[in-house]
Nanobody
Framework: QVQLVESGGGLVQAGGSLKLSCAASGIIFRHNTMGWYRQTPGKQRELVATITSGGSRNTADSVSGRFTISRDNTKNTVYLQMNSLKPEDTAVYYC???????????WGEGTLVTVSS
């Protein structure tokens, strides 16, 4: 059974930093592209950043230069370092995995990030 468990969300002031973690189980982690997405009420879920098994990154323009995705294949964990946070970064952040062999996809339950002004 695939499990993606996010942690690290919370309340932070504008300009602050948070680091999200997503621990994966039930998959061969190194065979997956891992990603972070976010969603606010009434809006579609949007891409934040992804990282392939080979370490190639794709980052949304809205967070480029402030957020960094990374992965540790020895710990089956993907991270999202978020710096210079803005109120508009407030959202539920979801971890995603997409298999590079077969395309199966799973989501975590999300972790809330709230940035106060």
């Amino acid at each position: 059974q695939v499990q993606l468990v996010e942690s690290g969300g919370g309340l932070v002031q504008a300009g602050g930093s948070l680091k999200l973690s997503c621990a994966a189980s039930g998959i061969i982690f190194r065979h997956n592209t891992m990603g972070w997405y976010r969603q606010t009420p009434g809006k579609q879920r949007e891409l934040v950043a992804t990282i392939t098994s080979g370490g190639s990154r794709n980052t949304a323009d809205s967070v480029s230069g402030r957020f960094t995705i990374s992965r540790d294949n020895t710990k089956n964990t993907v991270y999202l370092q978020m710096n210079s946070l803005k109120p508009e970064d407030t959202a539920v952040y979801y971890c995603n995995r997409r298999s590079e062999i077969g395309g199966m996809e799973d989501w975590g339950e999300g972790t809330l990030v709230t940035v106060s002004s």
